[in-house]
Each structure stands twice: as C-alpha cells, then as structure tokens.
C-alpha cells in the first residue's frame, strides 16, 4: 500500500501561511546554497499529490507553470461544479473514502500538499502515515495553522530529526 506523505514547511509557531493564505514568508529565509532541504529525493519518490482548492489556487497564483505536472494531482474541493483541468482532478465528494482508494493503488507514494483543513480531514480519517515537517526559524503569529482548529488526539512517534546549518530543522514522524 502507498504511503500518504505530509512533507510541509511550517513557521517555530506552527503556522503554514500568513492569515491570507501567502507563503512570501518563506523567501524572506536565508537560503544556503544548493541545499534544497531533501525536496529533490522526496519529490523522485512520489507520483501523486493531494491538496486542498484554497492551496491548489494558491499555486496557480504563483506566476509560474503548475510545479507538479509530472505527478498525478487531486484537489478536495466541496464545490462539485468545478470541472478536472490539465492540472488537477477535483474530488468534491467522498474525500476519505477516496484518498484510501488512492492508497490503494499501485504506484510510488503520495504527497499530502495541504492546507490545515485537509491534514485535519486526513489525520481525522487515520490517513497519514508520515509527516515530515521542516521548522522554520520563524514566528509568524496569526496565520493558517498545520492543522485546523478542531480537537486532534493524535499519537506520533519521531523518527528522524535533521538541523540545517540555516537554522531549519527536519522532523520525521510516523502516525499510528
């Protein structure tokens, strides 16, 4: 069965995004020279992602050609009039049931892209099987939170952690 993989950056607070939805923070970081902080390897070993429609709009904003072109893309979305594009495939029903459909599937393992309201629905759901959450030398304050505001018990147990000489630092963490 294919993994469903949390692979995010997120600020010393825990937020993913400023209270807009933006990710500019991320560039005002420092970033040393040919260190891509393992996105390389990790992107070689997935061929699907999953995001939500606020994140998928997010990164079409971004001015550039859809960054995931050679992987397979699902958007959860509640709207069930928006129509697949040359991007994306919309699931607007079913969104559980479906990621573990996915799972299912032959294939490499899958990207949970986010935002904080699709890892809820996915740690929720017992879909997640790892995070790897990067650690931003950075408060935000108000902002987007890795997970939304709903009460979450769950166990993680680490199973790797990686400092950068940036100050960023790897947690690895498997869900049970």
């Not at 560039?27 to 999953?50: M, N, W």
């Not at 995931?68 to 697949?84: G, M, W």
Request: proline letters at 3%; one cysteine or more; hydrophobic letters at 40%.
């Amino acid at each position: 069965m294919r993994k469903l993989i949390t692979y995010i950056a997120i600020s010393l607070d825990g937020k993913i995004a400023d209270r807009d939805g933006g990710v500019e923070w991320l560039e005002s970081l420092p970033h040393p020279k040919d260190e891509d902080y393992g996105y390389a390897t990790f992107i070689q070993s997935i061929d699907t992602t999953i995001m939500g429609n606020t994140t998928y709009q997010q990164v079409l904003g971004f001015d550039v050609p859809f960054p995931y072109q050679e992987q397979t893309n699902y958007v959860l979305t509640r709207n069930t009039d928006l129509k697949d594009d040359e991007n994306v495939l919309f699931i607007s029903k079913d969104h559980a049931a479906r990621i573990e459909e996915l799972k299912k599937e032959e294939g490499k393992d899958i990207w949970l892209i986010g935002g904080g309201q699709i890892n809820t629905l996915c740690l929720q759901a017992g879909l997640i099987d790892e995070m790897i959450v990067h650690v931003m030398p950075y408060v935000m304050g108000a902002g987007i939170p890795l997970f939304s505001n709903e009460q979450l018990m769950q166990q993680i147990r680490l199973t790797d952690s990686k400092v950068y000489s940036s100050g960023v630092m790897e947690l690895r963490y498997e869900v049970f």
